[in-house]
T-cell receptor, first 112, second 113 residues
Framework: NAGVTQTPKFQVLKTGQSMTLQCAQD?????MYWYRQDPGMGLRLIYY???????DKGEVPNGYNVSRLNKREFSLRLESAAPSQTSVYFC???????????FGQGTRLTVV | GDSVTQMEGPVTLSEEAFLTINCTYT??????LFWYVQYPGEGLQLLLK?????DKGSNKGFEATYRKETTSFHLEKGSVQVSDSAVYFC????????????FGKGNQVVVIP
């Protein structure tokens, strides 16, 4: 009954370091998403993957890359972290058309 | 493109008070509409949804009606509890191809005993 699992839950990076946020879902969903949540800004879409093998940019893709490794996994990579990327990151997945999204617990990232 | 607008600012109210959070949307087609709730330190979870005009979604005493004529999906609860303190997000999904969700900015709700 795991749903959407994100790792790690917390991370502190120095400016310029790289890291990958992992996301996996066990619901056989086609679509997966990465959002960032900042105070007063709501959720902003970074990248999404409509199906295995495809990825597309969202509203705020700069500084990020993604990989849809297989149907279950969708990772988000920061190649050279910047303080502006300090945020809470959420992964989500959606099954069929017009159904709800399921969210992971989030990764709280601080870049110093 | 698709967008969702929620009323500005946090909402503070006393236990047993009536809660309304306004949500309006802009969409080119016939979206599904959702309310999500986020408790402190957690991810978002679905509170309720409606998939077509005039549908009413309900859960845990919360209700929202899909109003196509006013492009609205306002959230209401008749008598709030301290445990309802959370951030509430309105969202829509057009459901085409990528099945993208558009979110409002969220409203912090604080219920005082």
């Amino acid at each position: 009954n795991a749903g959407v699992t994100q790792t790690p839950k917390f991370q502190v990076l120095k400016t310029g370091q790289s890291m990958t946020l992992q996301c996996a879902q066990d619901m056989n969903h086609n679509s997966m998403y990465w959002y960032r949540q900042d105070p007063g800004m709501g959720l902003r879409l970074i990248y999404y993957s409509a199906s295995e093998g495809t990825t597309d940019k969202g509203e705020v893709p700069n500084g990020y890359n993604v990989s849809r490794l297989n149907k279950r996994e969708f990772s988000l990579r920061l190649e050279s972290a910047a303080p502006s990327q300090t945020s809470v990151y959420f992964c989500a997945s959606v099954g069929t058309v017009n159904t709800e999204a399921f969210f992971g617990q989030g990764t709280r990232l601080t870049v110093v | 493109g698709d967008s969702v607008t929620q009323m500005e600012g946090p909402v503070t109210l006393s236990e047993e008070a009536f809660l309304t959070i306004n949500c309006t949307y802009t969409a080119t087609g016939y979206p599904s509409l959702f309310w999500y709730v986020q408790y402190p330190g957690e991810g978002l979870q679905l509170l309720l949804k409606a998939t077509k005009a005039d549908d009413k979604g309900s859960n845990k005493g919360f209700e929202a009606t899909y109003r196509k004529e006013t492009t609205s999906f306002h959230l209401e609860k008749g008598s709030v509890q301290v445990s309802d303190s959370a951030v509430y997000f309105c969202a829509l999904s057009e459901g085409y191809g990528n099945n993208r969700l558009a979110f409002g900015k969220g409203n912090q709700v604080v219920v005082i005993p």
